[in-house]
């Protein structure tokens, strides 16, 4: 990841993870927009910044991960949110329940089908502490998740990708 400096940038702007593109492409685009790259943050207009409904699922999300680290797990959370309101919660327990699959994000799609009583959740939204890897996505995919927002500032990184990348 690259931190991104853009020379018309405001302190007051906030800022949004991107995903590595290749240096070619990116250096061409950071130019062309007068910024050079770095590391991790990009500053974004203001009418993009997080809502406060959505700024408390970045919260819970992660509270879910301080709850794993509290645990002796690995240090990832999520929460599923459908209509507004979380449906799933979901800490990291890899090594808790001795399970590779207990990823955070899958924690959360468990416990919300599970609340739910369907294996299918279609208008649901990820928030995950980090990016879900591609056997994850691959299962919210599946259940039918709608979006994925990633990390502190809640990237919009889209739809869960079948076979994930």
Not at 70 to 93: E, F, M, T
Not at 130 to 154: D, F, I, N
């Amino acid at each position: 990841m690259a931190v991104v400096h853009c020379k018309m940038a405001n302190a007051e702007l906030p800022t949004l993870r991107c995903y590595p593109v290749p240096m070619i492409h990116r250096r061409s685009i950071l130019s062309l927009m007068g910024c050079t790259a770095a590391g991790h943050l990009l500053p974004i207009p203001a009418a993009l910044a997080l809502g406060e409904r959505e700024q408390h699922f970045v919260a819970e999300a992660a509270r879910m991960k301080s709850e794993a680290v509290a645990k002796g797990d690995q240090p990832y959370g999520a929460v599923l949110v459908r209509d507004g309101a979380i449906i799933g919660w979901g800490p990291s327990r890899v090594i808790a329940d001795r399970n590779a699959d207990a990823h955070a994000e899958r924690v959360a799609l468990w416990d919300a089908q599970r609340r739910t009583g369907k294996p299918e959740l279609a208008g649901a939204v990820l928030y995950s502490t980090s990016r879900p890897c591609s056997a994850c996505q691959q299962q919210l995919a599946l259940a039918k998740v709608e979006r994925m927002y990633v990390g502190p500032a809640a990237t919009d990184s889209g739809g869960p990708q079948k076979g994930g990348s």
